[in-house]
């Protein structure tokens, strides 16, 4: 399948993209949580996209989109994360953060994701990054095994408690 990646321009069509994007990864999401407590409320969207777009204007970070026959079909997000006085006494330095990785459930198992993930492990490194992170929501097991199969490894675990 052929794929290009270019990154996210500051235009009303690759916000609605990124819109886009962000809804059905929630809707995935939504429907692997056993629990039900994950869902996509109307607004979700465009409040998501805002947050996120601050962030990754605050924090130094980028945004990548993957096209096919010039329509997006995947997107990933990170940011740079500078660590806190608390953080550097424990000795962490400054890492990537990926923070939404999707690609189209008819594109996936092209090597898409695998692209984005490496574009922005390439972003990280460029800028002095020394790891990345990447959280999985735990009952996502595809994610889980993909982001295996990129070289991640577990490194924190959270638990919940229904009550």
């Not at 096209?67 to 400054?94: D, L, Q, Y």
């Not at 460029?126 to 996502?140: D, I, M, Q, S, T």
Request: net charge neutral.
């Amino acid at each position: 399948m052929d794929f290009s990646i270019r990154e996210y321009n500051n235009t009303a069509s690759d916000r609605q993209a990124l819109v886009a994007c962000m809804e059905k990864l929630q809707d995935h999401v939504a429907s692997v949580d056993p629990l039900k407590r994950f869902r996509r409320l109307p607004e979700f969207g465009l409040v998501y996209t805002d947050w996120l777009l601050r962030v990754i204007r605050e924090q130094n970070g980028v945004i990548y989109f993957s096209e096919n026959s010039g329509k997006v079909i995947g997107c990933a997000a990170g940011f740079i994360h500078e660590p806190e006085p608390k953080e550097v006494a424990e000795g962490t330095t400054r890492y990537g953060r990926v923070q939404e990785l999707y690609v189209d459930s008819a594109h996936r198992g092209h090597g898409i994701g695998q692209a984005l993930m490496k574009k922005c492990e390439e972003y990280f490194r460029r800028n002095g990054c020394a790891f990345v992170y990447v959280e999985v929501f735990a009952p996502n097991k595809s994610a889980h095994d993909f982001y295996h199969t990129c070289g991640y490894e577990d490194r924190d675990i959270n638990l919940m408690k229904k009550l």
